[in-house]
C-alpha cells in the first residue's frame, strides 16, 4: 500500500500536466488531449485521436484519411458569452496514423499561439471537424493564469544604437525576408512531436521571455521592444545545438541577429538562434534533434557574448520552455 503511494505521488505531476475530454459518437471515438492553465505566450495544443472499429469505414479510411478541422480560441466573456472574435486560429494536421485490420486511429495536432500580452480569465477551445462522414463541434473550457514579466532598460553605445536604428534596404530586406519564412505553414512537415531539448546545457539566463524593454539610444532617444526568446549567458564558441528534428530554412549573417540559423519542425513552427560566430550547418538540410548547429558569440546586435534561442509559431513568438515539455502529448499510459 504504501509503496504504491509513494508511486502514486511520484507520477502526480505527470496527470496533473494534461487533461482529456472523450467523446463517443455512433461511429468513432473522439478524444482531446489539452492543457487545463495556461499563460500568456504559452501555445494552444491540441492533440486529437479518433479511433473506429466500424467495418464500413476502415477501408474507406485507409484511401481518404484526413478530416478536416480546425481550432478556434475565443475569450469567455463574463456574461457566458463567447467573445465575437478569435483570438486565435489554426488548422489541424496529421501526426500519425495506424490502420489495422479491425480498428484503425488517425492522431492530429493543432497550435494557436497567446500573446504575452493575452487577457487573463476563462477561454474557450472550439473544436470543428469532419470525420467518419459527419461533423462535430467540441467545446474545451481552459483558463489563462498569471505571469509575471520583466521590465527593463538596456542601454546601447553608439555601434549597436546604429545597428537598432539602422532602416537600410538590405536590414528591410533581411526582416521582410524572415517573415516569409516565418509565416510559411508547411502541413507536411512534421519533423519533431516530442519535447525539445534546450540548445545549451547552460543554465545561466541573462535575458527571458517575454521582457518588456527599453532600448536607451546613445543619442538620448529610446524605443520600446519586447524579447521574443530566452538569452543564456554563454562565453563565445560554446557548442549550440538543435531543440528538435527540423529542416534548416535559413543559415546566414543578418545585420541585427548576426550569424542567425531558423529550423522548421512542425506546420508554421521554427525555432531560431541568433548572434552565433559560427555556423556549421546549410540552408535545406535536415537536423536531428541535439545535432551541432554551430558556436555562440555576440555577433549582430550583442551587448555582450550570449545565445538567444526563439520559437515562433504562426509568426508569433512563444514561450521556449513549454515546447520542452511533453507539448503534443505524446507520452501515454
Ligand atoms: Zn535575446
Not at 519533423?191 to 534546450?198: D, G, I, K, R, V
Not at 543554465?203 to 524579447?227: E, I, M, Q
Not at 529550423?263 to 555556423?279: A, D, K, N, R
Amino acid at each position: 500500500m504504501k509503496k504504491f503511494a509513494v508511486l502514486f505521488l511520484l507520477l502526480l505531476p505527470l496527470f496533473a500536466f494534461s487533461e482529456s475530454k472523450r467523446i463517443e459518437y455512433e461511429d468513432f471515438t473522439f478524444t482531446a488531449f489539452y492543457r487545463q492553465n495556461l499563460q500568456p505566450g504559452d501555445p494552444v495544443f491540441l492533440r486529437l485521436e479518433f479511433e473506429t472499429y466500424k467495418k464500413k469505414f476502415i477501408k474507406k479510411f485507409k484511401a481518404n484519411f484526413i478530416e478536416a478541422g480546425n481550432l478556434e480560441v475565443y475569450r469567455l466573456l463574463d456574461e457566458g458569452k463567447l467573445e465575437e472574435k478569435a483570438t486565435a486560429k489554426s488548422k489541424f494536421y496529421n501526426i500519425e496514423k495506424n490502420v489495422e485490420k479491425k480498428h484503425v486511429k488517425s492522431v492530429l495536432l493543432t497550435a494557436s499561439p497567446l500573446s504575452t500580452w493575452a487577457k487573463l480569465g476563462d477561454y474557450v477551445a472550439k473544436i470543428e471537424f469532419v470525420a467518419f462522414e459527419r461533423r462535430g463541434v467540441v467545446e474545451i473550457p481552459f483558463k489563462i493564469c498569471e505571469k509575471e514579466f520583466i521590465s527593463e532598460t538596456i542601454p546601447l553605445n553608439a555601434s549597436n544604437t546604429k545597428i537598432r536604428t539602422n532602416t537600410s534596404s538590405e536590414r528591410m530586406e533581411q526582416i521582410k525576408r524572415l517573415n516569409a519564412i516565418l509565416d510559411t505553414k508547411n502541413y507536411d512537415a512534421v519533423y519533431e512531436t516530442s519535447s525539445f531539448a534546450p540548445p545549451t546545457p547552460a543554465t545561466r539566463r541573462t535575458s527571458f521571455f517575454g521582457d518588456r524593454r527599453v532600448f536607451a539610444y546613445s543619442n538620448g532617444k529610446s524605443s520600446t521592444s519586447l524579447h521574443y526568446g530566452i538569452d543564456y549567458g554563454v562565453p563565445s564558441g560554446s557548442e549550440v545545438r538543435s531543440c528538435g528534428r527540423g529542416k534548416v530554412v535559413m543559415a546566414e549573417d543578418r545585420i541585427t541577429t548576426g550569424w542567425s540559423v531558423c529550423i522548421e519542425h512542425l506546420p508554421g513552427l521554427y525555432s531560431l538562434y541568433y548572434h552565433m560566430s559560427q555556423l556549421d550547418v546549410q540552408l535545406g538540410q535536415m537536423v536531428e534533434k541535439g545535432e551541432l548547429l554551430g558556436l555562440s558569440g555576440a555577433t549582430g546586435l550583442a551587448t555582450g557574448p550570449h545565445l538567444h534561442w526563439e520559437i515562433r509559431l504562426n509568426m508569433e513568438a512563444i514561450n521556449p520552455d513549454f515546447m520542452t515539455e511533453d507539448f503534443a502529448f505524446s507520452v501515454q499510459e
